[in-house]
């Protein structure tokens, strides 16, 4: 079993920078595939970026691909989403997860653990 703690939100301004990260629980982070999603107000949680458990690959959303980086600490069990030039339709809780899969995981389904989420509001 794997626990998530997200940390790293706040209140800044449009063209500012942010760095979320998740720290996990276990002796296992290694091993799963993991995940940042994110939900705005209104509106269903979207993937937004993903990293194999190795790092070795990633992928991320259109809308943040070139402005956010994901990466990981193995040795530290932590996650990290760094975020550029942040825009007001970044406003969203950030959320962590963690999947048991070999590559990247995309959709929702393969996650099994979710953090309980990092608030992160950009004024413009």
């Known amino acids: 079993q794997v626990q998530l703690v997200e940390s790293g939100g706040g209140l800044v301004q449009a063209g500012d920078s942010l760095r979320l990260s998740c720290a996990a629980s276990?002796?296992?982070?290694?091993?799963?595939?993991m995940g940042w999603f994110r939900q705005a107000p209104g509106k269903e949680r979207e993937f937004v970026a993903a990293?194999?458990?190795?790092?070795?690959?990633?992928h991320y959303a259109d809308s943040v691909k070139g402005r956010f980086t994901i990466s990981r600490d193995n040795a530290k069990n932590t996650l990290y989403l760094q975020m550029n030039s942040l825009k007001s339709e970044d406003t969203a809780v950030y959320y962590c997860?963690?999947?048991?899969?070999?590559?990247?995981?995309?959709?929702?389904?393969?996650?099994?653990?979710w953090g309980q989420g990092t608030q992160v509001t950009v004024s413009s």
């Open positions: 990293i194999s458990w190795s790092g070795g690959r990633t």
């Open positions: 997860a963690a999947a048991r899969t070999g590559g990247v995981a995309t959709t929702e389904g393969p996650y099994s653990y």
């Open positions: 276990g002796r296992t982070f290694s091993m799963y595939a």
